[in-house]
């Protein structure tokens, strides 16, 4: 069983940094796409940014130009730096792992941590 755990989340001030950590153990194969979600109180999870095995990067209107995605594969690690935090940004912070095989597509989720934001 592919398992992830993150950390790194808190109360911040409109204005301030945070880096999110997400390690994940089990038999990750190397073809796959990690990325970040967040999901606000009463809202649809969304998507924040995604980074490919070839470190290819997406991000969401929303966060560009603040948030910054990236990945450790030797230590099988997935990071979001957060600057310029807005109240906006409070949610609960989800990592991801999608892997591809040739019997298809998995998905893997860590248990979430907080990140909120005060104006």
């Known amino acids: 069983q592919v398992q992830l755990v993150e950390s790194g989340g808190g109360l911040v001030q409109t204005g301030g940094s945070l880096r999110l950590s997400c390690a994940a153990s089990?038999?990750?194969?190397?073809?796959?796409?990690m990325s970040w979600y967040r999901q606000a109180p009463g809202k649809q999870r969304e998507l924040v940014a995604t980074i490919t095995s070839g470190a290819s990067t997406n991000y969401a209107d929303a966060v560009k130009g603040r948030f910054t995605i990236s990945r450790d594969n030797a230590k099988n690690a997935v990071y979001l730096q957060m600057n310029s935090l807005k109240p906006e940004d409070t949610a609960v912070y989800y990592c991801?792992?999608?892997?591809?095989?040739?019997?298809?597509?998995?998905?893997?989720w860590g248990q979430g941590t907080q990140v909120t934001v005060s104006s």
């Open positions: 991801n792992i999608r892997t591809f095989t040739i019997l298809g597509s998995y998905d893997y």
């Open positions: 089990g038999n990750i194969f190397s073809n796959n796409v």
